[in-house]
């Protein structure tokens, strides 16, 4: 069997590699288009992928003729709602009712058959493979629209993967959402065969949009003990973090103790600037655990739109001697194995640490939602800055074992990461293997949305 697999970025190459990698061990055949940034394609992910035999990995700039992609890429931009939310937003919304819909649909239809005809031919039965669409994703519901309906004339399957999982327990986490009514970002998601979540939490997004029948919960493919073995053997040395600060290369994961001479080790994991957080607190925070003498601290941006944070443009804090701003090309696991505790502001990266029983503080008092780790866990909640005060002079004097309630950490795993068994991985196939082989079926119904 085939499978087409379109990557846009950092978090869906992290989250669907996994299952790319375990479909093709299954000997199968994959095609991975990369239509994001095209630095990606010297991801170390991206590049294991590229090694794999059945594999073939490639830039949608590659794979088109370029008129026809600069024509792709400016409709892209164009329907991009970032763009269209920002000061040219009258200029782009005149242009997009002037290149009206009608006008659009050659090009899409051009791209996607040239990139479907390229990966199957009329014999082969496959499966056609995105991440989770939502009606504000950078890439443009409408070719997403045209590349399913185009492979349900081809007999294919169309499924939509996890590109994350849901480090909130709560909704109304960003900016301007203010009413508990179900989110229509999300009903994007209908035009897929089938849509794949790793929890119930995450479903619950996607249920007032879909039937039962259309969803499926199998667990992180991310987080799941198959491929946490095989990513550290493949993640990269780690680089400095600056000229005179470096992470060690290889330190054991666990819950590893502060030494005298080394102290404590923090990093704290931040959040899209369009998810409501407290940054003056933060900075506060950060302020007053800089002040503990033996602790050296690390501020890790999100991986899209760091720069925006006002916590990273703060000159003040990055002067301070034990307090550092980690640079894009450091991966958060790199971060993760060195620190002896982690702060985060509900983030799902961190997910992995709690599998290795490494503390994680959720700082819930600084943003505006409620944390899946301190719904789960509530050992690991902060909910003020004494306790952030008392949980570091705690892990000074004390060390860091005996942080989690093991009955909480056991219910995180088993209801958010191994849902179903630990076997994930097998599962995320068998869907894919079931869907190649049932494409077709209600295609009819699927067409409607073009």
């Not at 009608?102 to 493979?129: M, N």
């Not at 409501?276 to 002040?291: C, D, L, Q, R």
């Amino acid at each position: 069997m085939k499978a087409l697999v379109f990557l846009r970025h950092y978090n869906d190459i992290d989250h669907i590699t996994p299952v790319v990698s375990k479909w093709l061990e299954s000997g199968h055949r994959c095609d991975v288009v990369l239509i994001g940034n095209p630095k990606f394609r010297n991801d170390y992910r991206v590049e294991f992928l590229s090694t794999l035999r059945g594999a073939r990995v490639a830039h949608i700039r590659d794979l088109l003729p370029s008129l026809e992609f600069f024509g792709w890429r400016l409709q892209t931009l164009l329907l991009a709602n970032r763009l269209r939310r920002s000061i040219v937003g009258p200029l782009v919304n005149a242009l997009v009712s002037a290149y009206s819909v009608d006008r659009r649909q050659p090009l899409w239809r051009s791209t996607a058959c040239r990139l479907l005809e390229r990966s199957f031919t009329a014999a082969d039965r496959g499966v056609v493979v995105f991440d989770w669409i939502t009606r504000d994703s950078p890439v443009s519901v409408e070719w997403v629209e045209v590349v399913v309906s185009l492979a349900h004339s081809k007999g294919l399957g169309t499924v939509s993967l996890p590109h994350g999982d849901s480090p909130h327990a709560t909704q109304l986490i960003r900016h301007r959402e203010w009413s508990l009514k179900p989110d229509s970002l999300y009903s994007a998601a209908r035009v897929f065969d089938k849509l794949v979540v790793p929890n119930e939490l995450c479903a619950e997004r996607f249920r007032p949009f879909l039937d039962d029948q259309s969803i499926a919960v199998l667990g992180s493919p991310r987080y799941c003990d198959e491929w946490l073995i095989k990513l550290a053997g493949l993640s990269p040395a780690p680089p400095a973090i600056l000229s005179q600060k470096e992470l060690s290369r290889k330190e054991p994961k666990g819950t590893e103790e502060p030494t005298e001479t080394e102290g404590l080790k923090v990093v704290i994991f931040l959040r899209k600037s369009n998810f409501t957080t407290f940054w003056e607190e933060v900075e506060e925070i950060v302020g007053m655990i800089a002040a503990f003498s033996n602790v050296e601290l690390v501020i890790k941006p999100h991986t899209r739109g760091g720069w925006r944070q006002p916590l990273t443009r703060n000159a003040s804090l990055r002067s301070l001697p034990n307090v550092s701003v980690a640079p894009d090309h450091i991966h958060s696991i790199h971060l993760m194995n060195w620190a002896h505790v982690i702060i985060d502001l509900a983030t799902s990266v961190v997910f992995e640490a709690v599998k290795e029983k490494k503390p994680v503080l959720a700082a819930d008092y600084l943003h505006a939602g409620r944390s899946t780790l301190a719904h789960f866990m509530p050992e690991t909640e902060l909910k003020c800055r004494d306790d952030v005060y008392r949980r570091i002079e705690g892990f000074l004097s004390n060390g860091c074992d005996s942080f989690y309630i093991e009955e909480h950490r056991q219910r995180f795993i088993n209801e958010m990461l191994h849902v179903g068994g630990s076997d994930v991985l097998p599962r995320y196939v068998a869907l894919l293997e079931t869907q190649a082989q049932a494409s077709g079926i209600e295609n009819g119904r699927k067409d409607e949305f073009i």
